[in-house]
């Protein structure tokens, strides 16, 4: 999963996902990764993200949450930042040993990528963001994109770079659709902006889940008319890719690395 941009959505329909897969396939060993993020708060055990705690909850993936986040950083900016301003090193080996982990544990993984594709992941490479990463762990990929005015750019631009990084884009997801009659009045482009996105990406809206009340997967909850909205859609179909031959190595070092992920290994799985 990723999104066109900072705070789309890509938790909550990433959340959303994972529930309707459990109900869905009840018996569904599944597996939640988030493979960097900032902003995360410290506690007895460590660096907790809030995001992979509401991954592990609604996806009842049991793993430790340090499988399910392996790189993790406290400052609030992106993880190159970060890394940088914590004088730490980005430890690239930590997300290939929760790669190998959610593969021998899982039957099928959603991987949760940060912010948005330009994001840069590593100060000692600056060039290699959240595309890249896509690339090398190699599932395909769902965008989340705004409803409202100016999606069609950012979305646009998000699948384009996709194609040249050499990912498969699996479908859109709009997320956040208001209903109130005064919003939609006030930005007519609400009601045209579905199909433009098909037309100009050539990729299918997927789904479009509404603006809940109440929603919060940090504490559990997510609206029953989003999981409702998300249920339309048979997501075990959207992770079941070719057997391909990853490149096994994450380009923001220069070690080789065995890796599952965006990309099909033993098991489905989706970003």
């Excluded at 930042?81 to 899982?106: I, K, N, Y």
């Excluded at 992941?121 to 989340?144: K, S, T």
């Excluded at 919003?183 to 098909?198: G, H, K, Y």
Aim: charged share 25%; proline share 6%; net charge neutral.
């Amino acid at each position: 999963m990723t999104g066109t941009d900072t705070e789309v959505g890509k938790t909550v329909v990433t959340c959303a996902i994972a529930a309707v897969l459990r109900e869905q396939h009840r018996r569904i060993k599944l597996g939640v990764l988030k493979p960097l993020a900032s902003g995360c708060r410290r506690d007895r055990e460590g660096l907790v993200n809030e995001d992979a705690e509401a991954l592990a909850h609604f996806a009842d993936c049991r793993l430790p949450l340090d499988v399910i986040n392996p790189i993790r950083f406290r400052t609030p900016v992106a993880p190159a930042a970060a890394a940088e301003l914590e004088q730490q090193e980005v430890d690239w080996s930590a997300l290939s040993r929760s790669l190998t982990r959610l593969d021998e544990a899982s039957e099928a993984v959603i991987v949760e990528g940060v912010g948005g594709l330009m994001v840069p992941l590593d100060p000692r490479n600056p060039r290699y963001m959240v595309g890249q990463l896509a690339m090398d762990i190699g599932y395909p990929v769902i965008v989340v994109c705004r409803p409202n005015l100016g999606t069609l750019n950012h979305t646009v631009m998000t699948v384009e770079l996709l194609r040249q990084a050499g990912c498969r884009v699996s479908g859109l997801v709009i997320n956040g659709l208001d209903r109130d009659p005064v919003v939609a009045s006030a930005d007519p482009s609400i009601e045209t902006n579905r199909d433009w996105l098909e037309r100009l990406t050539g990729v299918k809206v997927l789904a479009t889940l509404p603006k809940g009340r109440g929603v919060n997967p940090a504490r559990g909850k997510l609206d029953p008319s989003v999981v409702m909205a998300a249920a339309q859609v048979n997501w075990m179909d959207l992770m079941r890719v070719p057997e391909a031959s990853a490149t096994n190595a994450f380009s923001g070092s220069s070690e080789r690395r065995a890796g599952v992920g965006f990309g099909r290994r033993s098991r489905d799985g989706a970003v």
